[in-house]
C-alpha cells in the first residue's frame, strides 16, 4: 500500500467508526477538518499572517533579485555544488525525516494510537500536528505549480517554494505556540536543519527554503489559533513567555 493511501485508510477508519462507540464524540475534530483548514486560511488573512508572508517574501526576493553578497541564491548553490559540509547520509536521512508524507503519516498514526488509548495529548498532536501539515501541503503545492521554478540540480521545476521545509517548519511553529518554547525551539532547530540540507543536496535555492519556512510557520499559527478560537471551551487559557513572543497558552481539554 502506497503512503498517501495507508494515511487515507487511518482516516477513514477514524471517520468511519459507529457513532454508538463511547469513543465517537472523540472523533468531532477529525470530521471538521475541512472547516478547520477554511479557519486556518483565515486566520492566515490576518495580520499575523499576512506579516509573516510578508517577511518571508521580501527575505526571499532580496535573496534571489538583491545584490547581497552573503545571502544570494545562486552563490550559495554554487558554493554547496562543491562543498557538502553534512555528506550524503546526512542529507538523505534528513530527506527521510521532513517529507511531508512521512511526516502526515505519523501525525494521522499519533492521532489514531491516542484515540485507541485514550491519550488526550497524543490525540490533539497528532490532529493539530494533520492539519498544519495539510494547510501548509496545499499552498506549497499551488505555488509549485504557478511559480514552475526549474531546481538547482534541474531534475524538475518545483523549487519554490520547498516542500520539506515549509511542513517541518509548520508542526515547529504549532509545537511553539501550544507546547512552548521547551518543544518548539528544539523542534525549529530540526526544522532549520532540514532546509538547510534541502540546499546541500540541491533540491532548493536558499529563497525556496526561506520562504518555504515562512510559509510553514504562518501555517502552523494558524491551525493553532483557528482550533483555539472554534473551541475556547475545549482549552484552558494562560499567559506564557517563550522565544516565540508572549502570549497566551492552552491545554487542550
Given at each position: 500500500?502506497?503512503?498517501?493511501?495507508?494515511?487515507?485508510?487511518?482516516?477513514?477508519?477514524l471517520?468511519?467508526?459507529?457513532?454508538?462507540?463511547?469513543?465517537?464524540?472523540?472523533?468531532?475534530?477529525?470530521?471538521?477538518?475541512?472547516?478547520?483548514?477554511?479557519?486556518?486560511?483565515?486566520?492566515?488573512?490576518?495580520?499575523?499572517?499576512?506579516?509573516t508572508?510578508?517577511a518571508?517574501?521580501?527575505?526571499?526576493?532580496?535573496?534571489?533579485?538583491?545584490?547581497?553578497?552573503?545571502?544570494?541564491?545562486?552563490?550559495?548553490?554554487?558554493?554547496?555544488?562543491?562543498?557538502?559540509?553534512?555528506?550524503?547520509?546526512?542529507?538523505?536521512?534528513?530527506?527521510?525525516?521532513?517529507?511531508?508524507?512521512?511526516?502526515?503519516?505519523?501525525?494521522?498514526?499519533?492521532?489514531?494510537?491516542?484515540?485507541?488509548?485514550?491519550?488526550?495529548?497524543?490525540?490533539?498532536?497528532?490532529?493539530?500536528?494533520?492539519?498544519?501539515?495539510?494547510?501548509?501541503?496545499?499552498?506549497?503545492?499551488?505555488?509549485?505549480?504557478?511559480?514552475?521554478?526549474?531546481?538547482?540540480?534541474?531534475t524538475?521545476?518545483?523549487?519554490?517554494?520547498?516542500?520539506?521545509?515549509?511542513?517541518?517548519?509548520?508542526?515547529?511553529s504549532?509545537?511553539?505556540?501550544?507546547w512552548?518554547w521547551?518543544?518548539?525551539?528544539?523542534?525549529?532547530?530540526?526544522?532549520?536543519?532540514?532546509?538547510?540540507?534541502?540546499?546541500?543536496?540541491?533540491?532548493?535555492?536558499?529563497?525556496?527554503?526561506?520562504?518555504?519556512?515562512?510559509?510553514?510557520?504562518?501555517?502552523?499559527?494558524?491551525?493553532?489559533?483557528?482550533?483555539?478560537?472554534?473551541?475556547?471551551?475545549?482549552?484552558?487559557?494562560?499567559?506564557?513567555?517563550?522565544?516565540?513572543?508572549?502570549?497566551?497558552?492552552?491545554?487542550?481539554?
Open positions: 500500500m502506497s503512503l498517501p493511501r495507508a494515511v487515507a485508510a487511518i482516516l477513514a477508519a471517520l468511519l467508526a459507529r457513532p454508538g462507540d463511547a469513543r465517537a464524540r472523540d472523533i468531532t475534530g477529525v470530521r471538521e477538518f475541512p472547516f478547520d483548514l477554511i479557519r486556518g486560511v483565515r486566520e492566515e488573512l490576518r495580520t499575523e499572517g499576512i506579516l508572508f510578508a518571508a517574501g521580501a527575505l526571499a526576493a532580496n535573496s534571489r533579485f538583491g545584490e547581497s553578497a552573503d545571502f544570494d541564491d545562486f552563490r550559495i548553490a554554487r558554493t554547496l555544488e562543491t562543498h557538502q559540509p553534512l555528506g550524503r547520509d546526512v542529507t538523505n536521512a534528513a530527506d527521510v525525516i521532513g517529507y511531508p508524507g512521512v511526516l502526515m503519516a505519523a501525525m494521522a498514526a499519533t492521532y489514531a494510537g491516542g484515540w485507541y488509548g485514550d491519550n488526550e495529548t497524543a490525540k490533539e498532536a497528532g490532529l493539530l500536528g494533520f492539519e498544519a501539515l495539510s494547510l501548509a501541503g496545499i499552498q506549497t503545492l499551488i505555488l509549485k505549480v504557478s511559480v514552475d521554478r526549474l531546481r538547482p540540480d534541474e524538475d521545476r518545483q523549487a519554490f517554494p520547498s516542500g520539506h521545509t515549509s511542513a517541518s517548519f509548520a508542526l515547529a504549532l509545537a511553539g505556540s501550544r512552548g521547551k518543544i518548539g525551539l528544539p523542534s525549529s532547530m530540526l526544522a532549520a536543519f532540514v532546509g538547510y540540507t534541502r540546499m546541500e543536496r540541491r533540491n532548493h535555492y536558499f529563497s525556496d527554503v526561506i520562504f518555504g519556512a515562512g510559509l510553514g510557520i504562518a501555517s502552523g499559527r494558524a491551525v493553532y489559533k483557528g482550533r483555539r478560537n472554534a473551541y475556547p471551551d475545549r482549552y484552558a487559557v494562560s499567559p506564557y513567555v517563550s522565544p516565540f513572543g508572549a502570549g497566551l497558552s492552552v491545554r487542550f481539554r
